[in-house]
C-alpha cells in the first residue's frame, strides 16, 4: 500500500485549468501595471530623460510579459480541447 507521505505535494500548476487561470490573472495584471505606467508617463513633465528611459523599458518588458501570457494561454487552451478530444 502507498505511503501518502510518498505523494508529490499539490502546486497551483496541477491542472491545465488551474495554469490557465493563473496566466490569466498574471495577463491582467501586466496590462494593469502598464496602464499605471503610461499614465504616470503622461503626468510626470519633470521626470528626467533617464528615468522615463527606464518607464519605457518598463513598458516594454510588460507588454513583452503579456504577449507570452497570450501566447502560454492559447496553448492551454489547445491543451484542454485535446484532452477533451482524447478522453472521449
Do not use: C, G, W
Not at 2 to 23: H, R, W, Y
Amino acid at each position: 500500500m502507498p505511503n501518502p507521505s510518498d505523494s508529490p505535494e499539490k502546486t497551483p500548476f496541477d491542472t491545465i485549468e488551474s495554469a490557465l487561470e493563473f496566466v490569466q490573472l498574471l495577463q491582467r495584471e501586466s496590462e494593469r501595471t502598464r496602464a499605471e505606467i503610461e499614465s504616470l508617463m503622461e503626468s510626470d513633465d519633470s521626470a528626467s530623460s533617464r528615468r522615463l528611459e527606464a518607464l519605457r523599458l518598463v513598458l516594454h518588458k510588460l507588454t513583452q510579459l503579456h504577449s507570452y501570457m497570450e501566447s502560454s494561454a492559447r496553448v492551454l487552451h489547445d491543451l484542454q480541447a485535446l484532452r477533451t478530444l482524447l478522453l472521449r
